[in-house]
T-cell receptor, first 112, second 114 residues
Framework: GQSLEQPSEVTAVEGAIVQINCTYQ??????LSWYQQHDGGAPTFLSY????GLEETGRFSSFLSRSDSYGYLLLQELQMKDSASYFC?????????????FGTGTLLAVQP | EPEVTQTPSHQVTQMGQEVILRCVPI?????FYWYRQILGQKVEFLVS????????KSEIFDDQFSVERPDGSNFTLKIRSTKLEDSAMYFC????????????FGSGTRLTVV
């Protein structure tokens, strides 16, 4: 099976940089995604790593190391609106379609 | 920007009743999904649907659940004989093809079984 573990909560101050880690045990996957969820609403896509290395999208960057079974999401210049839950997710090999297996989620609290 | 639309936003039902959750995926998407999120927990895959049939389902998706695409636009999840533990947020999602990019979730239906 697959499991993706994340810290349950992270707190940071406005303007700072925060890193949310995702460690996983999976049998193989096409890529690692990151989703943001505000107040239990729709998960929204943030970033995707198909290959090892860093992907940058504005204030958000995501990193993947398959050899270390590890990835992270980096949020820079934190804003109050970044307070939300963040989930890593993989789309595993072997399935018939593009299902996502989600991590345990991290609640980010941004303080003034 | 195209959206996945779900109705109703909140459904309260009595234990043992049947509910139908409705979704309108993005029009040019080919893959449709249902996910569940119990309050405070992670999002869990239920089922995927492609070419008018179920292509994959999880262990959660047992005989109590069924999905249907009754016409060219709607995608429904039926839950029969609801139980208290079915209370959760149910998200519909769609994607145009393989890969996690372009995977769009709806705003969800909060199902409360009493």
């Amino acid at each position: 099976g697959q499991s993706l573990e994340q810290p349950s909560e992270v707190t940071a101050v406005e303007g700072a940089i925060v890193q949310i880690n995702c460690t996983y045990q999976t049998s193989g996957f096409y890529g690692l995604s990151w989703y943001q969820q505000h107040d239990g609403g729709a998960p929204t896509f943030l970033s995707y790593n198909a290959l090892d290395g860093l992907e940058e999208t504005g204030r958000f960057s995501s990193f993947l190391s398959r050899s270390d079974s590890y990835g992270y999401l980096l949020l820079q210049e934190l804003q109050m609106k970044d307070s939300a839950s963040y989930f890593c997710a993989v789309n595993p090999y072997g399935g018939a379609t593009n299902k996502l297996i989600f991590g345990t989620g991290t609640l980010l609290a941004v303080q003034p | 920007e195209p959206e996945v639309t779900q109705t109703p936003s909140h459904q309260v039902t009595q234990m043992g009743q049947e509910v139908i959750l409705r979704c309108v995926p993005i029009s040019n998407h080919l893959y449709f999904y249902w996910y569940r999120q119990i309050l405070g927990q992670k999002v869990e895959f239920l089922v995927s649907f492609y070419n008018n049939e179920i292509s994959e389902k999880s262990e959660i998706f047992d005989d109590q659940f069924s999905v249907e695409r009754p016409d060219g636009s709607n995608f429904t999840l039926k839950i029969r004989s609801t139980k208290l533990e079915d209370s959760a947020m149910y998200f519909c999602a769609s994607s145009r093809g393989q890969g996690a990019r372009g995977y769009t979730f709806g705003s969800g239906t909060r199902l409360t079984v009493v």
